[in-house]
């Protein structure tokens, strides 16, 4: 039987886990699709600059963004998991 603290973390976790790694996905890949199927990242923005190179830098500025919001979230985690060890530890199991 898994503690009401062991749910909570995969729950926590989970929810933020799948929607990050959509997001991620999807904004990843809109990319290739747009510069292989249409014209819509070929403006200029600023002399030979494109779209399609913004977007690219912002596929960066997005994957370092969403890992500090995870090492951030993680904190939160590793509360829990110290808690989660307290609780097994105090009933006489084997705590790491």
């Not at 933020?16 to 200029?44: D, E, H, M, Q, R």
């Not at 190179?53 to 590793?78: E, P, R, V």
Request: with cysteine; hydrophobic share 50%.
């Amino acid at each position: 039987m898994q503690s009401s603290a062991f749910q909570s973390l995969i729950a926590q976790k989970r929810n933020f886990i799948v929607p990050a790694t959509v997001f991620f996905l999807v904004f990843y890949f809109i990319l290739p699709i747009l510069t292989g199927f249409t014209t819509s990242l070929n403006g200029k923005v600023i002399g030979v600059i494109n779209w399609a190179y913004l977007y690219a830098f912002a596929q960066f500025i997005m994957t370092w963004g969403l890992c500090h919001l995870y090492m951030s979230k993680a904190n939160g985690y590793d509360k829990l998991v110290d808690q989660i060890k307290q609780e097994f530890g105090a009933k006489g199991a084997k705590s790491e």
